[in-house]
Nanobody, 121 residues
Framework: QVQLVESGGGLVQPGGSLRLSCAAS????????MGWYRQAPGKQRELVAT???????NYADSVKGRFTISKGDARTTVYLRMNSLKTEDSAVYYC???????????????WGQGTQVTVSA
């Protein structure tokens, strides 16, 4: 089984910055994609940013130029640097990973528990 543990959420003023971290643990043979999604109250969960095992990144249009996704030295850690935060960025942010595990040698999707990001004056 794979577990994703997020950290780094909190309260920040508009224009401020936060960095989210996500660490994956378990019997991971290969990390295909890691990334972040978010869900605001009354809205559907939406993609924020992803990064592939090869380093290819993908961003939602709403965060391009403000957010940066990166991997840590450990291939199972991912970060989301969020700059110039807006009130509309407020949401629960979920870490996501698609990995191949030793248990079934297949790609599986995993989600973290979520971390709250609130942007407010």
């Amino acid at each position: 089984q794979v577990q994703l543990v997020e950290s780094g959420g909190g309260l920040v003023q508009p224009g401020g910055s936060l960095r989210l971290s996500c660490a994956a643990s378990g019997t991971i043979l290969s990390m295909n994609v890691m990334g972040w999604y978010r869900q605001a109250p009354g809205k559907q969960r939406e993609l924020v940013a992803t990064i592939s095992g090869g380093g290819t990144t993908n961003y939602a249009d709403s965060v391009k130029g403000r957010f940066t996704i990166s991997k840590g030295d450990a291939r199972t850690t991912v970060y989301l640097r969020m700059n110039s935060l807006k009130t509309e960025d407020s949401a629960v942010y979920y870490c996501y990973a698609n990995v191949i595990t030793a248990s079934n040698l297949k790609s599986n999707n995993y989600w973290g528990q979520g971390t709250q990001v609130t942007v407010s004056a």
